[in-house]
Every structure is written in C-alpha cells, then in structure tokens.
C-alpha cells in the first residue's frame, strides 16, 4: 500500500529528528577511542560482542524498513485520526441484520405468503468451523482456463434471465443485488459465476447480479462502476434494499457469510489467501462490501475520481466515518475469501492526494454528479451485463 514517497526526508526528519546521517554512522561502530577490547563494541555503558548484531548493511536495511513504517502509521493517522472498527460475532451480526420481505421482480410467482421464511443465518450452528464450501469443479482452483455454456449452466441451477434466483421452498428474508465492475477479467468472471451461483442458492437469498463493464480506453475506475451498477440496479428494482459492491476475483470461503446487509455497513472480504488471512489495516474496506441503500445514500455512494488501482475505498471508508456511520466485520474464519490470480491494474499514482482532499468532495463527486455513456443493457443467462464509456 505504502510507496517511497510516504517517507521522503522532509517529512520524517519531523517525526525522527536524529534519523538523518544513519548511513553514515553505521559504519562507525567501532572506533579508535574505544574502550572496549578487540571484537568489541561500547552497549549501553559496558561492553558486547559486535557479532553479536547484524551486518551494516542489514542494520541499515531495518533502520530504513522501519522509519517507512512508522512514516506510514503517521501518515495513515492524518488521513484515519481515530477510526478502525473491529470484528463481531455472528451472533451479534444477527441483531443487526437489517431484513426486507418487500417483493422483487425475479421472473418468479411472488405469491410466497404460505411458504415458511428462509433462515435469517443459514448454516449458523456451524460457524464455529466456517463451513467451507467447496465447487463441485475438478480442479476450480487450479484451472487456467474454464469452459462454460452459460445457458446450460443457467437451466441446471435454474437462474432465471438476468442472473437472478430466489428459494421455491422457502420465502427469503435477503433480497440482494451484487455489483461486480468489469474489464478484461474474462476468466475470473467465469469462475466467478460458477462459483457464486451455487453458493448463493445454498444461502436461500434472493438476488440478482449486475456486471458492470468499463469498455473505453481510460484507467479503471472501480469506484465510477460501483456507482453506475448502483444507479442501474436500484432503478432495475426499487424495492431492493441490499447492496453488495463484489470485486470478481474474491470468492467467499464460508457459507456462514451470508450475503446480506445489516443496519451498518460490513466489510465481507476482510481477509484473503493472498495475505495469509491477515487483516492489512484496521480502516481496510475493499474487496467485497455490503450495505443498505439507506447508508449508499447517505454518504453519496463511491467517488468518481479514482482513475487506476487503488485509494476509492479508502476514500469510503471516510465517507462513512465522516457521516459518523461505524463499519462491522465478521471473524476473519467468516469473512475469508480466495483470490483469484490476476494481472493487477496500473496504480493511481495521484491516489493519495485525491484521498487527503477527498473530505471536501464528498457532498460534490458521487451519485450527484454521476456521468456515464450506457451502450448496453443486456440480460443474459447468468447475469445482466451494464456495458458503459466513463
């Protein structure tokens, strides 16, 4: 996350005053004037064995390391002064779910008022173990390519046109859409499918998912997409109150992550394979969030501006502070998630000024100044495709 420029000599001279000369100095550990006998060098009044440390090169390798760290974790605090949110039981997901029976327009009788609700936590007395779910793929994970005949794969798991299904046997208590932004990621969006399909189904939600494709030559803007998919979805079906903003090579490992949405925000994808399931920064809410259309709202949805990879969640996540709205996450066993390779976008390198700007933006770049080119609206067998000009 963090470039050369994040510790320049101005700015940390300020914080570490008697960091300048280091590489000078690490040379002269050893003097003539030295008290100390032969193989030894002056600690902390006494005497010790210099080989008892590092090389110079590499004490001068940590020096640097951690003055970038702690330059870092300054400069993290102007932007993120106090916010960081931390994670919550399922239980405690429970209390805040936010649920909806208002009707959606699947292409399936609505007339469900006999049917028993669907779980509100499906698979919950195995949260404990995560309950992985595995594709019912040979070898998914390691496929460089896959085959799919969308149709045939639409009527076997009876996905209605348009990418959307809902439970027969039970009247859901989830209605969601999932926004996916687009370009380039032809297998990724495969596997992607394949694997959510299924996956969603044994959650018994509703929902619909929405690819929003970038189609001209400019840097993507993840954030612009979010809000277009946003845009399109919610005039698609006004009474959908569920938003899941889904990255396409993330894919949930536990059933117990319902995909739904609480009275707060939650970041769903908060640790991934790529980064030994650890969490990178405590305000991190990329990958894989969800939230209610009453939240998206508030806060004006994602900025436009964020040409190229990275810095439009960040930019979120203020939002949401900023608005005094506190993001929840589940255990890192809940909200894990795989990443599937890929080549990485181009970095915005102007991603960081954006960002410390961005507070005084947020009522002005979002939703109310959204502008967009639609080429194609089309429905296809497993997903509805938004193609679009930024």
Same mark, same amino acid.
């Given at each position: 996350?963090?470039?050369?420029?994040?510790?320049?000599?101005?700015?940390?001279?300020?914080?570490?005053?008697?960091?300048?000369?280091?590489?000078?100095?690490?040379?002269?550990?050893?003097?003539?004037?030295?008290?100390?006998?032969?193989?030894?060098?002056?600690?902390?009044?006494?005497?010790?064995?210099?080989?008892?440390?590092?090389?110079?090169?590499?004490?001068?390798?940590?020096?640097?390391?951690?003055?970038?760290?702690?330059?870092?974790?300054?400069?993290?605090?102007?932007?993120?002064?106090?916010?960081?949110?931390?994670?919550?039981?399922?239980?405690?997901?429970?209390?805040?779910?936010?649920?909806?029976?208002?009707?959606?327009?699947?292409?399936?009788?609505? /007339?469900?008022?006999? %049917? !028993?609700?669907?779980?509100?936590?499906?698979?919950?007395?195995?949260?404990? =173990?995560?309950? *992985?779910? +595995?594709?019912?793929?040979?070898?998914?994970?390691?496929?460089?390519?896959?085959?799919?005949?969308?149709?045939?794969?639409?009527?076997?798991?009876?996905?209605?046109?348009?990418?959307?299904?809902?439970?027969?046997?039970?009247?859901?208590?989830?209605?969601?859409?999932?926004?996916?932004?687009?370009?380039?990621?032809?297998?990724?969006?495969?596997?992607?499918?394949?694997?959510?399909?299924?996956f969603l189904q044994l959650q018994l939600i509703s929902y619909k998912i929405f690819v929003i494709e970038q189609t001209d030559e400019l840097p993507f803007?993840?954030?612009?997409?979010?809000?277009?998919?946003?845009?399109?979805?919610?005039?698609?079906?006004?009474?959908?109150?569920?938003?899941?903003?889904?990255?396409?090579?993330?894919?949930?490992?536990?059933?117990?992550?319902?995909? /739904?949405?609480?009275? %707060? !925000?939650?970041?769903?994808?908060?640790?991934?394979?790529?980064?030994?399931? =650890?969490?990178? *920064?405590? +305000?991190?809410?990329?990958?894989?969030?969800?939230?209610?259309?009453?939240?998206?709202?508030?806060?004006?949805?994602?900025?436009?501006?964020?040409?190229?990879?990275?810095?439009?969640?960040?930019?979120?996540?203020?939002?949401?502070?900023?608005?005094?709205?506190?993001?929840?996450?589940?255990?890192?066993?809940?909200?894990?998630?795989?990443?599937?390779?890929?080549?990485?976008?181009?970095?915005?390198?102007?991603?960081?000024?954006?960002?410390?700007?961005?507070?005084?933006?947020?009522?002005?770049?979002?939703?109310?100044?959204?502008?967009?080119?639609?080429?194609?609206?089309?429905?296809?067998?497993?997903?509805?495709?938004?193609?679009?000009?930024?």
């Amino acid at each position: 996350m963090f470039t050369d420029d994040f510790c320049t000599a101005a700015r940390c001279s300020s914080i570490f005053p008697h960091s300048a000369g280091a590489a000078d100095r690490s040379e002269g550990y050893v003097t003539s004037s030295s008290p100390c006998g032969e193989g030894e060098i002056s600690v902390g009044g006494g005497c010790g064995s210099m080989y008892s440390l590092p090389p110079p090169p590499l004490r001068l390798f940590v020096v640097v390391l951690l003055l970038r760290i702690y330059c870092a974790y300054f400069w993290l605090n102007e932007i993120f002064p106090t916010s960081s949110y931390d994670f919550i039981s399922l239980s405690g997901y429970g209390r805040l779910l936010h649920t909806t029976r208002s009707k959606v327009r699947t292409g399936h009788n609505t /007339s469900t008022s006999s %049917l !028993p609700p669907c779980p509100l936590l499906p698979f919950q007395s195995s949260f404990q =173990t995560g309950n *992985y779910f +595995q594709p019912n793929i040979p070898y998914f994970w390691s496929l460089e390519d896959i085959e799919l005949d969308e149709k045939a794969a639409s009527d076997e798991m009876k996905i209605q046109v348009g990418g959307s299904w809902r439970p027969t046997d039970c009247n859901p208590v989830h209605h969601v859409a999932l926004i996916i932004p687009f370009r380039d990621r032809g297998i990724q969006l495969k596997k992607f499918l394949l694997y959510m399909h299924p996956f969603l189904q044994l959650q018994l939600i509703s929902y619909k998912i929405f690819v929003i494709e970038q189609t001209d030559e400019l840097p993507f803007n993840r954030g612009k997409l979010f809000n277009i998919g946003y845009n399109i979805s919610a005039w698609d079906d006004p009474s959908l109150e569920c938003f899941i903003f889904h990255d396409v090579d993330l894919l949930p490992e536990s059933l117990s992550n319902v995909y /739904s949405c609480a009275k %707060l !925000p939650r970041h769903m994808s908060a640790v991934t394979n790529t980064f030994r399931y =650890t969490l990178l *920064y405590p +305000q991190l809410f990329g990958g894989a969030t969800s939230m209610t259309r009453e939240t998206f709202d508030s806060v004006n949805g994602f900025s436009n501006n964020f040409y190229g990879w990275g810095g439009e969640d960040d930019d979120f996540f203020l939002r949401l502070t900023n608005k005094g709205i506190q993001p929840i996450r589940l255990s890192p066993t809940l909200s894990s998630y795989r990443m599937l390779p890929h080549k990485k976008e181009a970095a915005n390198l102007e991603r960081l000024d954006v960002l410390k700007k961005g507070h005084i933006q947020h009522d002005k770049d979002g939703m109310n100044n959204l502008k967009f080119t639609l080429l194609n609206h089309i429905s296809g067998p497993l997903y509805t495709l938004i193609q679009v000009k930024l």
